[in-house]
Structure formats: structure tokens, C-alpha cells
């Protein structure tokens, strides 16, 4: 299971939301790629990077922070927020060297750029799943729509997906635990390769997400807090 320190970005700063609220951000880091940096010096190779104020109007807002960082620190990033046509994506995987974009919105709303984009791109994109309450929402957590996750997640499968990061919305920066039976059935379900995220308040609960047979967990809230040792729990793992 590979260990994704997170870097979520308004007005080029590094923020956490709680439950996905953009009126309830706090401020954690005024530099990001100084954080990047204090991630790979921990062992990180790789980072989960969302351009917040993308996700939310669709318009890339922060993609020269992330090209930084993708092209300073050496970090394989994996990106979302606002990537919702060819031409941005394009961008993102081929001049901005980031690994993976992830496609959230765009899924949901634009099934043949998303099988466009898993033809040209393959495992070098992935799908985005937010759930609240085990349905979809989508520009930045702020409209709900009334696909089921798992549902989603197959519908993506068929489109020629490999990865999804899958949040629970609920569990986002609460750090009340993972939802670990919820990323199980996506697992057991689709066969995918899953990214968990949301809920994570420790060490020890990285190791039961774990138990879902997760590919990988993205962990942001608790490392800013303290309650999360990076370099100890990415020598664990």
C-alpha cells in the first residue's frame, strides 16, 4: 500500500476543509513546495495534490504551484481539481510532468472525454470518487448527483479505468477514523485499484485502512496535526 501525503491548495496555500466545506478551511502552510519537500525528505515518493479552487469552478487555478512541485521535488504527483477537457489534461501529464490526474467532475459529467482520456492515457488517469452517504457529488463536493459509488466505480471499469480514489466525504479531515468497510466493498466489488481517502487520525488507523486491500491511502489533516508520523508509518507499511 503506497502512502500519499496530501497537499490540498486555495490561493496557493496549503489548506485542509472539513467534510469538504470551502467556509471551513484552515491555513496549514504558506508554501507548498516547501511542504512537498518535508514530504519526500520523510520518505515520500509520491504526493496527492488538489487544486481546490479548480475543483470547485473548473477553471485551473493553481497548476504553476503543482508544476513546481512535480518539476523541483522529483515527487511522482497525482493531481486533481479542474480537469475537465483533453486540452487541460494534456497539459497536466505531458508539460507539467505530473503521474496521474485524476478526474472527478468530468467523470460524472463527460463520459466520452473520460473514455478518451483512459484510451490515450491509461493508467496515467484516474477516477475521482466522492461519496457522501454512498452516492457521488461532484464541483468540489458541492452538488450531489444520485449515482452510487460502486455503481460509478463499475461504470468506470467499463470505460477502461484501472485506479479510483475513493473519499468519504463524511470522514474528510474529521480524523474519526477511515471508512474501511465502504473501501473494502469497493475493492471486493470492482476489482480495482483503489485510493482511500478521508478519516485517516493515526497510525494506526493507516494500518486498518490497509486491511481493505487498498492500493494506496491519502493522509493530510493528521500529518499537519501531528497525529500521523510520516517517515514511521511509510517504513511500515
Not at 91 to 113: D, H, M
Not at 191 to 212: C, N, P, Q, R
Request: glycine share 12%; with cysteine; hydrophobic share 40%.
Amino acid at each position: 500500500m503506497i502512502i500519499l501525503p496530501a497537499i490540498d491548495l486555495i490561493g496557493g496555500k496549503c489548506v485542509r476543509l472539513r467534510q469538504g466545506r470551502y467556509d471551513d478551511v484552515t491555513v496549514y502552510n504558506d508554501d507548498p513546495l516547501a511542504q512537498a519537500a518535508e514530504f519526500k525528505a520523510a520518505g515520500a515518493e509520491w504526493i496527492h495534490i488538489v487544486d481546490l479552487d479548480a475543483a470547485k469552478s473548473g477553471i485551473p487555478t493553481n497548476h504553476e504551484v503543482i508544476r513546481e512541485i512535480a518539476e523541483k521535488t522529483g515527487l511522482k504527483v497525482d493531481t486533481g481539481g479542474g480537469i475537465r477537457n483533453m486540452e487541460t489534461l494534456t497539459k497536466w501529464i505531458e508539460e507539467y510532468g505530473v503521474s496521474r490526474a485524476v478526474l472527478g467532475t468530468a467523470a460524472v459529467k463527460n463520459p466520452e472525454f473520460t473514455k478518451e482520456a483512459l484510451a490515450r492515457y491509461g493508467d496515467k488517469v484516474a477516477i475521482g470518487i466522492d461519496a457522501k452517504g454512498g452516492f457521488v457529488s461532484v464541483d468540489g463536493w458541492t452538488q450531489e448527483s444520485e449515482l452510487k459509488a460502486v455503481d460509478f466505480a463499475l461504470m468506470m471499469k467499463d470505460l477502461g479505468a484501472t485506479t479510483v480514489v475513493f473519499t468519504d466525504i463524511a470522514r474528510d479531515g474529521m480524523l474519526t477514523g477511515p471508512a474501511t468497510e465502504a473501501t473494502r466493498e469497493m475493492v471486493d466489488k470492482t476489482g480495482l485499484k483503489v485510493i482511500a481517502s478521508g478519516g485517516i487520525g493515526s497510525d494506526e488507523d493507516i494500518m486498518e485502512i490497509k486491511t481493505s486491500g487498498c492500493a494506496g491511502v491519502i493522509v493530510g489533516k493528521a500529518i499537519y496535526e501531528g497525529r500521523v508520523d510520516l517517515a514511521k508509518c511509510l517504513q511500515n507499511v
